[in-house]
């Protein structure tokens, strides 16, 4: 998304920022990018952040539906705009930002002041930082005996990694989603800085994953979806192995493993309990 907006925004001039959503803290001060130009369109993790002229920064989160177009959204679709950007310059004249579940984020904050938004505030490292070494994740997982994609999700020790991502870089590096993350050796921290770099990338080439809500800017859909391995598929065969994929929940979040490939020793079930909710169960087909 960040590429795509920044061919279009770069430059322009906000003449206009319309709210159509209830005021709150999500959609905080937005009138104060009116008259200012988008200098660049940056991204930290999975925060769009763009850089304006008298030294604020418009912040946005897409959550879990949101999505941004340059076209007007049309039929139920349109029900869900909370956000319009009137722009000068050339091209496409209004950005709208589409949230059905009100979970993203639209606002403008003083340039790099992130008070309101702890989430930004405590980001760990980006995944495709070249300085960012296996010791150090490891390390960072090191500090904690969360369940391993309750940590990931918190986003503490690396950044932009969502749902979807750590239930397939956890595939792919064969740990079980509930492992505490000081249990995971170095060794497998560095498959799963691997797998988490290896995803990320296939996805952002595919122009991500669309379910059912996201849409790139052009309204198009993410291509990734047809390349999920277990994501969404409990009650599947695992790809690798074709033992029946498990369908759990991890921190409240839905989560697919495949028992067989990704195997939780007895003895580290109870202490990962805290990262889970409810029982495991098979999904049904």
Known sequence: MRRELEPWLAGREIR????????????????????????????????????????DELVIHLGMTGSISAEEPAGAAALHVRVKVHLGGKGPKTLYFRDARRFGRFLVVPAGEYGSLPTLAALGPEPFDETFTVEGFAAR???????????????????????????????????????????????????????IRAVLAESIAANGTTLRDYRRVDGGAGGFFE???????????????GTE?????????????????????????????????GRVARART
């Open 245 to 277: 994929m498990v369908r759990t929940v991890v921190g409240q979040r839905g989560t697919v493993h495949c028992p067989h490939c990704q195997r939780l020793p007895r003895r580290r079930a109870g202490r990962a309990a805290g990262g889970a909710s």
């Open 16 to 55: 206009r920022v319309e709210l159509l959503a209830p005021p709150g803290p999500k959609y905080a001060a937005l009138e104060r990018a009116s008259g200012q130009r988008v200098l660049s369109v940056g991204r930290r993790g999975k925060f769009i952040l763009a850089p304006l002229s008298a030294g």
């Open 141 to 195: 997982l090191g500090r904690s005996r969360t369940a391993v994609k309750t940590y990931l999700l918190s986003q503490r020790p690396i950044a932009g990694v969502g749902n979807i991502y750590a239930d397939e870089a956890l595939w792919r590096a064969r740990i079980h989603p509930l492992t505490p993350a000081s249990d995971v050796p170095k060794a497998k921290a560095a498959e799963l800085l691997g797998a």
């Open 227 to 241: 390349r999920l391995a277990v994501y969404g598929k409990g009650g599947q065969p695992c790809p690798r192995c």
